[in-house]
């Protein structure tokens, strides 16, 4: 079951800006536990896209950026591209019942 | 670089357990800095942490699968797995493993490419 929350879906034309928020609580982004994003292309693994502190592994372009601030964190893409139409989650760790790794409900990214 | 692969049947029949191993190539499942985790994700639907382990046999699982979960670690092989004891239908899930560090701030990366099981008579 999943304790961080995100839109089922968004949608932009392309070269829009579209963001996608990730909502938790006192116990996992509220209490300061970094927030990783993943994309996840139709039939293949989750991929990371943002980890840590808003790090990009090579290739992952600088469209892609995150956000933080209390019990939510939020992932911004510039410039939308036809490849950008994917599965997005995050994903953190939970202090309660002696910890464990969560992650969001997904936002699927639909480019008009 | 490192690799993870999937491996275990595709049929599971209800009530009897799941069994799945991860291979790990390109490193060692000894790295003092990886934990080795899986995920499941159902059809159509989002991912779920299942659990993860250390070489060492250090466990940490899913408070809502706790009691059916087994996660444990071949050293000598590279290889760890997975046992869901008591499967359903809503087991039915693509499981996948991947490495992550130390619990906390760590992510998940890489994941292996995932394995379909479904639970069914």
């Known amino acids: 079951q999943s304790v961080l929350t995100q839109p089922p879906s968004v949608s932009g034309a392309p070269g829009q800006r579209v963001t996608i928020s990730c909502t938790g609580s006192?116990?996992?982004?509220?209490?300061?536990?970094?927030v990783h994003w993943y994309q996840q292309l139709p039939g293949t693994a989750p991929k990371v896209l943002i980890y840590g502190k808003s790090n990009r592994p090579s290739g992952v372009p600088d469209r892609f950026s995150d956000s933080k601030s209390g019990t939510s964190a939020s992932l911004a893409i510039t410039g939308l591209q036809a490849e950008d139409e994917a599965d997005y989650y995050c994903?953190?760790?939970?202090?309660?019942?002696?910890?464990?790794?969560?992650f969001g409900t997904g936002t699927k990214v639909t480019v008009l | 670089q490192l690799q993870l692969q999937e491996s275990g049947p595709g049929l599971v029949k209800p009530s009897e357990t799941l069994s799945l191993t991860c291979t790990v190539s390109?490193?060692?499942?000894?790295?003092?800095?990886?934990?080795w985790g899986w995920i499941r994700q159902p059809p159509g639907k989002g991912l779920e942490w299942i659990g993860s382990?250390?070489?060492?046999?250090?466990?940490q699982y899913n408070p809502s699968l706790k009691s059916r979960v087994t996660i444990s670690v071949d050293t000598s092989r590279n290889q760890f797995s997975l046992r869901l004891s008591s499967v359903t239908a809503a087991d039915t899930a693509v499981y996948y493993c991947a490495r992550h560090g130390r619990p906390g701030d760590s992510w998940f990366d890489p994941w292996g490419q995932g394995t379909l099981v479904t639970v069914s008579s």
């Open positions: 994903q953190s760790y939970d202090s309660s019942l002696s910890g464990h790794y969560v």
């Open positions: 006192s116990s996992n982004i509220g209490a300061g536990y970094d």
């Open positions: 382990s250390y070489y060492s046999g250090s466990t």
């Open positions: 390109g490193g060692s499942i000894s790295s003092s800095s990886g934990y």
